[in-house]
């Protein structure tokens, strides 16, 4: 059985720094897909970051671009996101996720199966 704990949320004013953690266990796969995803109340989830395990190649959406990083260690599955210069519409719940892949990259998944409980992450003054 898949299982996902994120670990790291919390409440940060604008400008602040956090790191995300996420560990990973119950599978086997040689190739995956690890990301981070995140949901504000109203909206739907959206693709944060992610990492191809087969590879390496990580994806990161547009509006996180010079502010976050994600790393991963394979060995341990455990995928780490550090989150910069932070902003109040960064405020919502993230939540880390895991799809085997066969083939392709973690961006071309459209859905993936094992989710994480989510952490909150609050960017407020």
């Known amino acids: 059985e898949v299982q996902i704990v994120e670990s790291g949320g919390g409440l940060v004013q604008p400008g602040g720094s956090l790191r995300l953690s996420c560990a990973a266990s119950g599978f086997t796969w040689d190739d995956y897909a690890i990301g981070w995803f995140r949901q504000a109340p109203g909206t739907g989830r959206a693709k944060v970051s992610c990492i191809t395990s087969r590879d390496g190649k990580i994806y990161l959406a547009d509006s996180v671009k010079g502010r976050f990083t994600i790393s991963s260690n394979s060995a341990k599955n455990t995928l780490d996101l550090q989150m910069t210069s932070l902003k109040p519409e960064d405020t919502a719940v993230y939540y880390c996720?895991?799809?085997?892949?066969?083939?392709?990259?973690?961006?071309?998944?459209?859905?993936?199966?094992?989710w994480g409980q989510g952490t909150q992450v609050s960017v407020s003054s």
């Open positions: 996720a895991v799809q085997r892949l066969f083939g392709g990259t973690c961006q071309e998944v459209l859905w993936y199966d094992h």
